[in-house]
């Protein structure tokens, strides 16, 4: 997922009805206005109404010419910022505009849309059309994460999305840094470094995106819990995310804050990435894309490299965190069903996933199966970022996916905001009031 050039906005729940928002389900029932049931029907419309996010805009103008060329159906995307799909798709249906056929929405926020009765469960057609799917071939870190609620799946797996750490070869040499850091304590002094030597001149260690966000500031936790051999839940379910573990990833962020680009608590995609392909901090923890998108960015073309997540101590095997993700669903109230599933099948399968990993304009799209990140063309054009997406084969760092899915992302978000604002106590005692919080939503 690459949020390239993406403006500055302040960001709320990315599910959840919110204020303000019945005016923007009448914006999105205008692209329908005054069709019938009849005129939805599957035997005559051929065209589908498809939700995405801003960042996946690429994508949409991509998949919208190639499926028309292949089918003659036509896809009519509606682009709205990342934060505001859950919202978007649930408002849709909840309020009888039923607009949206198909939909992207971040993996997280399945569990709540299902719940409110916003997404179809795709179980059986899944099983159905197995053949034609090819569910083995999903990686197998994501596929769940990315579909399963409840032991029901309600999507397919679309943008891959993990971070790994890129970093601007120029500036560690400037700066005597002769290999990118393996362990997070190597990190934060490679940062320091860059920062007391370059900070004045406008140049900083690292963009840390630190904006309250579960996309943003949650990322940048969970990234760090990943190192630290943390999890969110253990394997009953039950929180844990005041662990020893999920205290170390929130210091290291504590640690970081005050020699990141300035200020982390302001930092979100749009600031961050335009740092990054300035050529102004030296190191950034992003989606896979973003190596695409440096490699034709004339400032910072071959100017970087990219490695592994950092662990804890040195030698330990890197833990891709799963902090975005989306997948394919088809909108609960759609009169188009099977035209709708037809799509995200085809969206989400193999050829369509390895094309629009090399695709030029740049997608931000990640592998989502196993046998795109394979692909030879990927290999040849992106052969590190190829390397560094193998992480996510084995053993990754997924988000709870359950209908207080938002909600616990959100709470944890609030939480390490008041951290890092210095407001929130100790790491120790953020931690305990979501793991208090968490335990009361779950039940646990």
């Known amino acids: 997922m690459s949020f390239f050039s993406t403006p500055r906005r302040r960001l709320g729940r990315v599910t959840g009805l919110v204020a303000g928002l019945s005016v923007a389900a009448l914006a999105l029932s205008g692209c329908a206005a005054g069709a019938s049931a009849d005129d939805?029907?599957?035997a005559g419309d051929k065209s589908l109404t498809v939700l995405l996010i801003s960042s996946h805009k690429g994508a949409a103008e991509?998949?919208?010419?190639?499926?028309?060329?292949?089918?003659?159906?036509?896809?009519?995307?509606?682009?709205?910022?990342?934060?505001?799909?859950?919202?978007?798709?649930?408002?849709?249906?909840?309020?009888?505009?039923?607009?949206?056929?198909?939909?992207?929405?971040?993996y997280v926020s399945?569990?709540?849309?299902?719940?409110?009765?916003?997404?179809?469960?795709?179980?059986?057609?899944?099983k159905d059309r197995a053949d034609e799917i090819k569910p083995d071939d999903f990686i197998p870190s994501i596929y769940d994460p990315y579909s399963l609620v409840d032991g029901k799946r309600y999507g397919l797996p679309f943008d891959g999305d993990t971070h790994v750490l890129f970093y601007n070869k120029d500036i560690l040499a400037r700066n005597n840094i002769t290999e990118p850091p393996a362990t997070w304590d190597e990190y934060l002094e490679d940062v320091k470094t860059i920062t007391a030597n370059e900070g004045k001149s406008g140049t900083y260690g690292a963009a840390v995106f630190g904006q309250k966000s579960p996309l943003i500031l949650g990322a940048s936790f969970a990234n760090r819990l990943a190192g630290f051999g943390g999890e969110f839940l253990d394997k009953d379910g039950k929180p844990v995310i005041n662990s020893p573990e999920a205290v170390k990833a929130a210091q290291a962020l504590v640690d970081v804050n005050n020699f990141a680009?300035?200020?982390?608590a302001e930092t979100d995609f749009g600031a961050g990435n335009n740092a990054w392909y300035s050529g102004k901090?030296?190191?950034?923890?992003?989606w896979t894309d973003t190596g695409v998108n440096s490699q034709n960015t004339p400032a910072i073309a071959d100017k970087w490299g990219v490695?592994?997540?950092?662990?804890?101590?040195?030698?330990?095997?890197?833990?891709?965190s799963l902090v975005a993700g989306f997948s394919w669903v088809v909108a609960a109230n759609?009169?188009?069903?099977?035209?709708?599933?037809?799509?995200?099948?085809?969206?989400?399968?193999?050829?369509?996933?390895?094309?629009l990993l090399t695709a030029i304009p740049t997608t931000g799209i990640d592998p989502n199966r196993k046998s795109s990140l394979e692909d030879a063309t990927y290999g040849e054009k992106y052969p590190e970022i190829q390397r560094v997406n193998r992480a996510t084969l084995d053993g990754a760092l997924a988000w709870p996916t359950g209908p207080k899915a938002t909600e616990l992302a959100q709470t944890l978000t609030d939480e390490l905001a008041k951290l890092l604002a210095g407001t929130g106590g100790t790491a120790k005692e953020t931690l305990d009031r979501v793991q208090t919080k968490w335990e009361s939503l779950l039940g646990k």
Not at 70 to 97: F, M, R, W
């Open 62 to 106: 991509w998949l919208k010419t190639e499926y028309e060329k292949e089918t003659g159906v036509k896809i009519n995307p509606v682009i709205v910022p990342y934060d505001e799909i859950g919202s978007k798709l649930a408002l849709d249906q909840q309020s009888g505009a039923n607009t949206i056929d198909a939909a992207a929405p971040w």
């Open 334 to 355: 759609t009169k188009k069903t099977k035209l709708a599933e037809d799509f995200i099948i085809w969206a989400s399968s193999e050829k369509v996933n390895a094309a």
């Open 110 to 126: 399945l569990g709540s849309l299902a719940q409110d009765g916003a997404i179809k469960d795709l179980t059986g057609v899944i």
């Open 281 to 286: 901090v030296g190191f950034i923890e992003n």
């Open 40 to 42: 939805n029907s599957q």
């Open 307 to 320: 490695t592994f997540l950092p662990t804890e101590k040195a030698g330990e095997k890197s833990r891709a």
């Open 261 to 264: 680009l300035p200020t982390p």
